[in-house]
């Protein structure tokens, strides 16, 4: 039984096993040996769980991977032993005991959580030692000296440190320590009381004392962190002064995971010799306010950035009813209770009365409204339910009018995914808090939404973009190529089908004889935020897609945040729970119920749909999260985590098709003077490279189809630097004379400082083909790999997305960032803008596409549009030259609705230089792209 | 009768909220609608809020406007099949421009003080009466080809021979002791004093509508006082007109002197008779509003050329000669598209610059479609839409706007060209 043996591996040589974990048999088969192991470890998640069963439970894995793995250690040592027979013996106790009753399950469920959880350490280890720079404890030695001279030179300085603390690992750790208390179990500070004071072991016990660290713990916090030294004094936790008469209770209040400010008193040498090595240690950023807010902390500072901005979203009750003597009766909900809402919230007999009335006047149901506000200017976008009517205050300058129907429309769904109908969501006074919440969200995000990503390092995509990009209903999705989703003997949509088929073993129901408690209708995988399989029908694809949009779990998971998330709650997919929808006739869905269940491991994240009811058994009231379903979720993450390398090589790798920057096309004299000036060197070598990897250069393609490099000879540059010279160069061709490419040839130099980290491909495929493809192959290949017509590469950017599927493509943010320049991200933003207005005007005569959102009768006066371009001009910003008047570039974004042969929305922006059809351009972009 | 589908307009002092008029559709709203769309403002008003405008499904529109604090005006436009909704009547800024309109409209009939005070609303209603003519116009939008009142800049021909035109108003009006005179040709200006086109844009505009209404009623000629909403909102001008042919007006605005019988006796005859044949061949270029000398390309179906500086827009849709599959759409909708196409990108891309010349506190709240035009990060130069009726084409240069429309045979990529060169085509010939 290999598993077993790695598994005892793990025991004696932790390392070793690491290499092993890609192994897919361990993995596959940890379902069915880790059950055997003796422990009553409970899922950290366990105490989240809500009365009415749901669950989310948020984990960051930043800074703490070395903590968890501390713990995991020791729960190694102390607990995993056992052979094949002893396996073998408990696997046959615990079948009679499942047998018998089918709540006893649980402990053994535990176990497995325990086990899965281990091996998530052990292979976050592993990264840990294939890139040593990711945490580096400071030796505790190095730092003693300054403790010694802290003695001597007196100069206090106070410092904060932000450390993330985790109770739940307490429960776990047998390290739960008798002497140091939580001060050290739980930060791994250090601190003997006498020491202090000077008094040798006639310590006065009760008197307050300050907490001089004395020594750190090994892979603790406090050590990670890297700047708590011993010597330091600890004089507040989150602004709460602590001494020793008071830390354990101050430590023992912090609920779950979260991250405590340190207040720590240093003492710092005259000439500071530390103080370099201080800073060169990273400190852990703060986590963002968006992680804090999906923790549930408190949001009144949040709010109050936005007080002035007026933004209301309230639920009214067009029905009036006297008999009632509670006040504002007609409002059943009403968010924010703060200054921002009041004046909205004083006209609300405006927004009911136009409701009632303007049905009568125009023909039809009141969609916006635009008000003035002193200065702001505010659109509100209602939506009627039965006799209740809910409104939404925007401000202007965050949503224009044009799209606000969407974001209303969206907001509806998601409410309605979430609660079964908008009713079910507001009349209910229990999901008054998760409401707060859930709006508080809503307008961060549309408000604010750079505040609620600060302190990440994720680029993000701006107001418009972000608007946009949610707004379509569809999923950004990950192209691969197909040796990537097969690699390592692991198909990713062969394990996920593995996973829905619900044949756990010996855990499953079926192996009691029991009925199921869910049928799994299908799953879809998301990897740093894009689809990279989906097994669900698009519109349960688009409504879990939602859900995920409004926790911003998407850009969450993009980041190195999530050590674990685990989401259960109940949820009403919007296709199932109709029953008007257009099925065959004689079928009728199963009434059952549905629950949504989402895991995230690191960059993975997998999120389930099941059916209770139906062909499963009925699921209680309030039904909880189920430890098996979890648990297999979380191994089959597991199991797929030997595709990371690919993704990320597929991800680093340059964008293909192949991009260009704006700033190539704007000559920028400062940077052409500079490269002359400075550096002939680069010049030479540009020269050299261009004339050199002409020929082989374009080898690298004809492996991977679909991948190609930046253009304009910036890549050969960039490449040179790497060492791999010319594997990912665009042939620069000499053959392609022209003015305007001549004249490019000069600042093809200029972009070499800005993008000289350009990754290229690996050059594993290279070797032989190289060889054996001829220039004319290649030449094909590259033209092949580029979208646009032309001699040069003049696409910018582009947007394509496929209705029937509900997934979009898109350059990924880390293509778009190895752009860089600084125009380029206006253009950027300034595309996604004019998409608001383009697909606005897709969606204003097209009638048939959200017919369930809002049925138009009457066409619009221009008919059908099919596609839409508008002509943009830019100039590069701070022109100083007064002789010349400044260059400018001009570039198209031009909008095209497909609808044969499958529906498709397609943007695009490219330069002007090149006259392109929009429709080749999609049909190239979209070939081969399926899920 | 007014025509279905064309916007209903409501009209209240704004205090009292007691209604002066309502003007347009078949259906008359019923007062309780009347008063609650009033009192919804009103309401707001109290509050801070000033509701602005409010859209329902089907493309169903209202929009309130209130000007110097004392005359409320409220349009309202059904959606739906057959309604306004799906006409260029319908869009945000048609509408809002037509409240302007009927504002100054007012102004131009009746003076500011009037309008501004309201001592006796009863008065104010029977003196009200003579400006319907008028405001059904507006309403009706009726005249092919006549885009002022969306544009904001005046409808003009381009004679065959401007230089004799020009000459001859410049005469007439000096010898009438004015500096204000205009020549009209089938609703559209064919030449005018420097001075007339100093005025105002809205007042050039209302002026050439005020002048078709006064043409329409069959007298030959005829003596009207008028106040200018932005040069003197307060002292009446005269506004002379004459018939010189059925089609061809020429007015002059006057203080005091000289008399209509002196004018018409003295005055018309011996400069405008000499010029009999320069008018009708200017009446012959008719709606073409382009000398034949220059003619658009064959498959540019429609054109609409403004003059940024001038304030001045002329519009040609060309007679359909090739029959084509699909058929292409028929006059009057390409009038209509033109419109909508206009709307579409003035409210997307090409703010209109005109609000500069509104005074202050009449100042529309920044409508929404500005604001959505003033955050793009870069300019916007060019726009295009393909639908499935033809293909329209909007270009802006410092000086220029030209909007048009050529059929679906057009290749995309050529619009850009095809525009350009129209633009050249015209510029060049005329001078415009």
């Known amino acids: ?931 | 009768m007014a025509q279905d589908g064309t916007p209903q307009l409501i009209c209240l002092t704004a205090s009292s909220g007691v209604p002066l008029f309502t003007r347009g559709a078949n259906r008359q709203l019923p007062f309780s609608v009347i008063g609650s769309l009033n009192g919804v403002h009103m309401f707001g008003g109290s509050q801070g809020v000033v509701v602005s405008s409010s859209s329902t499904e089907g493309g169903g529109k209202v929009v309130w406007r209130v000007f110097q604090d004392s005359v409320m005006l409220i349009a309202v436009c059904r959606g739906g099949h057959g309604g306004a909704g799906s006409s260029s009547r319908a869009e945000q800024v048609f509408l809002q421009r037509l409240l302007e309109n009927v504002w100054n409209c007012m102004v131009l009939v009746l003076g500011q003080d009037e309008l501004g005070n309201v001592r006796n609303v009863e008065r104010l209603k029977k003196d009200l009466r003579s400006c319907f003519s008028l405001i059904d116009q507006l309403l009706e939008d009726g005249q092919e080809g006549v885009f002022g009142n969306l544009t904001h800049c005046a409808d003009s021909l381009l004679p065959p021979d401007p230089g004799l035109l020009q000459e001859a108003v410049d005469g007439f009006a000096k010898s009438a002791d004015s500096e204000f005179g205009c020549l009209i040709v089938r609703g559209r200006i064919a030449a005018a004093t420097e001075k007339w086109w100093r005025l105002a844009p809205q007042e050039v505009v209302l002026l050439s509508a005020l002048v078709r209404s006064l043409a329409g009623s069959g007298t030959s000629s005829c003596d009207y006082p008028v106040f200018l909403p932005r040069g003197s909102p307060n002292v009446a001008h005269r506004l002379l007109r004459f018939q010189l042919l059925p089609g061809a007006d020429v007015c002059i605005l006057c203080g005091p002197t000289p008399s209509l019988h002196r004018a018409e006796t003295r005055l018309v005859v011996p400069f405008w008779a000499p010029l009999m044949e320069t008018l009708r061949a200017c009446l012959a270029v008719g709606q073409h509003c382009l000398p034949a000398s220059v003619s658009p390309r064959p498959d540019v179906m429609a054109v609409l050329l403004i003059n940024r500086e001038t304030r001045r827009c002329v519009t040609c849709v060309q007679p359909n000669l090739q029959t084509s599959d699909p058929p292409l759409p028929s006059r009057q909708r390409c009038w209509e598209l033109l419109k909508l196409f206009y709307s579409f990108s003035v409210t997307r891309y090409f703010p209109q610059e005109d609000t500069l010349c509104v005074v202050p506190e009449d100042k529309d709240p920044r409508s929404n479609a500005e604001d959505f035009v003033l955050s793009f990060s870069h300019n916007p130069l060019q726009c295009y839409l393909v639908t499935e009726e033809c293909k329209s084409f909007g270009l802006q240069t410092p000086q220029h706007q030209l909007f048009l429309l050529t059929p679906l045979s057009v290749p995309t990529f050529a619009l850009q060209t095809l525009a350009s060169q129209t633009l050249s085509d015209i510029v060049s010939a005329t001078g415009f």
Not at chain 1, 101 to 126: D, G, H, I
Not at chain 1, 138 to 166: E, F
Not at chain 1, 371 to 390: A, F, I, M, P
Not at chain 1, 714 to 719: E, V
Request: glycine share 8%.
């Open chain 1, 1 to 931: 039984m290999a598993s077993s043996k790695i598994q005892l591996d793990t025991e004696k040589t932790l390392p070793q096993t690491m290499e092993d974990t890609a192994d897919v048999s361990d993995c596959e088969s940890s379902s069915s040996f880790l059950s055997e192991c003796s422990s009553d470890l409970e899922p950290e998640w366990l105490d989240d769980i809500q009365q009415n069963g749901e669950l989310f439970y948020l984990e960051l894995s930043e800074g703490e991977e070395e903590a968890a793995l501390a713990q995991a250690n020791a729960v190694a040592t102390n607990h995993v032993r056992f052979s094949e027979t002893e396996a073998e013996i408990n696997s046959e106790k615990n079948k009679k005991h499942q047998c018998s009753s089918r709540t006893k399950k649980e402990p053994t469920l535990k176990k497995l959580a325990r086990m899965l959880r281990r091996k998530q350490r052990t292979s976050q280890r592993r990264e840990g030692k294939e890139n040593p720079t990711l945490s580096h404890p400071p030796s505790i030695l190095k730092n003693q000296p300054s403790q010694r001279q802290g003695v001597t030179v007196q100069q206090q300085h106070r410092k904060d440190v932000c450390v993330y603390l985790n109770p739940k690992r307490l429960g776990s750790s047998p390290l739960k320590s008798e002497k140091g208390g939580l001060l050290e179990a739980l930060l791994g500070v250090i601190h003997h009381p006498s020491w202090g004071s000077g008094q040798m072991c006639t310590a006065v016990e009760g008197k307050e004392e300050r907490l001089m660290v004395h020594g750190l713990i090994p892979n603790s916090p406090a050590i990670k962190c890297s700047r708590i030294l011993i010597g330091d004094v600890l004089v507040a936790v989150d602004d709460i002064d602590v001494t020793t008469e008071n830390i354990e209770r101050v430590l023992s209040c912090i609920p779950g995971p979260t991250q405590v400010r340190l207040t720590l008193e240093s003492v710092v040498d005259g000439n500071s010799l530390s103080d370099a090595s201080l800073r060169k240690a990273k400190a852990s950023p703060p986590v963002s306010q968006l992680v804090r807010l999906l923790w549930g902390g408190d949001t009144a500072e949040l709010q109050m950035s936005i007080g002035h901005v007026p933004h209301v979203a309230m639920y009214l009750s067009l029905k009036l009813d006297s008999v009632s003597s509670k006040e504002e009766e007609e409002i059943w909900y009403q968010y924010p209770v703060s200054d921002a809402s009041v004046q909205l919230k004083g006209v609300r007999g405006i927004f009911l009365t136009l409701c009632d009335m303007l049905e009568n006047v125009t023909g039809g149901q009141i969609i916006s409204s635009s008000l003035l506000l002193g200065k702001h200017l505010v659109h509100v976008g209602y939506r009627k339910e039965n006799s209740n009517l809910l409104v939404i205050g925007l401000p202007a300058e965050r949503v224009p009018l044009l799209y606000l129907q969407t974001v209303v429309g969206d907001l509806v769904r998601t409410l309605k995914v979430m609660y079964g109908s908008l009713d079910g969501a507001f009349c209910n006074e229990e999901h008054a808090p998760k409401l707060d919440h859930f709006f508080c969200l809503f307008f961060q995000q549309l408000i604010q939404p750079s505040r609620l990503r600060d302190g990440s390092s994720a680029p993000h995509p701006g107001a418009s973009g972000a608007l946009f990009l949610d707004g379509l209903p569809a999923v950004q999705w990950l192209p691969l190529p197909p040796e990537i989703k097969v690699q390592s003997k692991i198909c990713v949509d062969t394990v996920l089908s593995d996973f829905e088929s619900s044949d756990f073993g010996e855990m499953s129901e079926d192996f009691f004889g029991l009925r199921r408690m869910y049928v799994i209708l299908g799953s879809c995988l998301f990897y740093r935020s894009y689809l990279i399989a989906n097994h669900l029908p698009k519109e349960d694809l688009l409504d879990v897609c939602l859900y995920c949009q409004h926790y911003c779990l998407l850009p969450l998971a993009a980041e190195q945040r999530v050590g674990q998330l685990v989401i259960w709650r109940e949820v009403f997919p919007q296709h199932r729970v109709s029953k008007d929808a257009s099925t065959a006739p004689g079928y009728r869905q199963p009434p059952g119920r549905h629950f949504l269940l989402i895991v995230g491991l690191r960059h993975f994240m997998q999120c389930v749909l099941l059916e209770a009811g139906g062909c499963a058994s009925p699921a209680p009231a309030s039904a909880g999260p189920d430890c098996i379903y979890i648990d297999q979720a979380k191994a089959t993450l597991l199991q797929l985590e030997a595709l990371e390398s690919g993704i990320e090589e597929r991800l680093n790798a340059p964008p293909a098709p192949c991009l260009s920057c704006a700033d190539w096309f704007l000559p920028s004299a400062a940077t052409r003077d500079s490269l002359a000036s400075s550096s002939p060197v680069f010049s030479k070598l540009t020269g050299a490279v261009k004339g050199a990897s002409d020929s082989r250069g374009r080898g690298l393609f004809g492996d991977r189809s679909r991948r190609f490099s930046p253009q304009r000879g910036l890549s050969d540059s960039g490449s040179e630097g790497q060492g791999d010279a010319g594997l990912g160069s665009t042939p620069e061709s000499p053959r392609k004379p022209g003015g305007r490419r001549n004249s490019l040839g000069s600042d093809g130099g200029g972009g070499l400082f800005k993008i000289p980290r350009m990754k290229h491909p690996n050059p594993f495929y290279l070797g032989t083909l190289r060889k054996t493809l001829t220039e004319r192959e290649t030449e094909e290949m590259y033209n092949t790999n580029k979208l646009t017509s032309g001699a040069e590469n003049t696409l910018f950017h582009y947007v394509l997305m496929e209705t029937v599927q509900g997934i979009f493509i898109t350059p990924t943010h880390r293509e778009v960032a190895q752009l860089s320049g600084s125009i380029h991200p206006q253009l950027i933003h300034n595309f996604h803008h004019c998409c608001l207005s383009i697909r606005a005007a897709f969606q204003q005569s097209l009638p048939g596409r959200r017919a369930a959102d809002r049925p138009r009768a009457g066409g619009w006066g221009l008919g059908p549009i099919k596609e839409h371009g508008v002509l943009f001009q830019c100039k590069p910003e701070n022109w100083t030259d007064q002789r010349k008047p400044a260059p400018t570039m001009t570039y198209w974004v031009i909008g095209r609705m497909l609808l044969e042969p499958v529906p498709q929305e397609f943007y695009v922006c490219f330069h002007d230089s090149v006259a392109e059809v929009p429709v080749e351009m999609a049909f190239r972009l979209s070939f081969g792209l399926a899920l």
